[in-house]
C-alpha cells in the first residue's frame, strides 16, 4: 500500500499519444502532470486504480497483483488507522462484484 500510495505524487510526464491538450493553445504539447499533498486531511480514504489500459489489446485490464494493506498509515505526519477495504472480486476490469471488509470495533 505504502508503495502505491507513494506512486501517486511521482510526476507524469505527458508527451507522444499521451500529450496534454492546451485549451488556451487549442494543440497537442508535452506538459508534466504532478500530485501534491499539501496537508493532512481529517479522513483519508484511498481510491487506487488496479485497472491499466492495454494499447495491444485497445481494452482495459484488471492488475492482479496482491496488495498488502498495514493496520497504520502515516502521511504528512499524520497516523491513520485502518477501518475498511473494499475490493473487487473478478477476473476482469469488465465483471465481477465489489466487497467490503470492514474493522469489527469490538
Known amino acids: 500500500l505504502e508503495n502505491a500510495f507513494a506512486a501517486c505524487f511521482h510526476d507524469e510526464l505527458l508527451q507522444g499519444d499521451n500529450q496534454y491538450f492546451c485549451t488556451a493553445c487549442d494543440k497537442k504539447m508535452d506538459a508534466t502532470r504532478v500530485t501534491k499533498l499539501s496537508s493532512a486531511p481529517t479522513?483519508?480514504?484511498?481510491?487506487?486504480?488496479?485497472?491499466?489500459?492495454d494499447k495491444n489489446f485497445g481494452d482495459k485490464r484488471k492488475l492482479k497483483t496482491s496488495l498488502s494493506f498495514p493496520?497504520?498509515?502515516?502521511?504528512?505526519?499524520?497516523?491513520?488507522?485502518?477501518?475498511s477495504v473494499?475490493?473487487?472480486?473478478?477476473?476482469?476490469?469488465h465483471g465481477g462484484h465489489y466487497v467490503a471488509e470492514v474493522l469489527d470495533w469490538e
Open 71 to 83: 493496520s497504520t498509515l502515516t502521511v504528512l505526519g499524520e497516523s491513520y488507522r485502518l477501518t
Open 43 to 53: 479522513v483519508l480514504n484511498l481510491q487506487l486504480l488496479r485497472y491499466v489500459y
Open 86 to 93: 473494499l475490493y473487487h472480486k473478478g477476473g476482469s476490469a
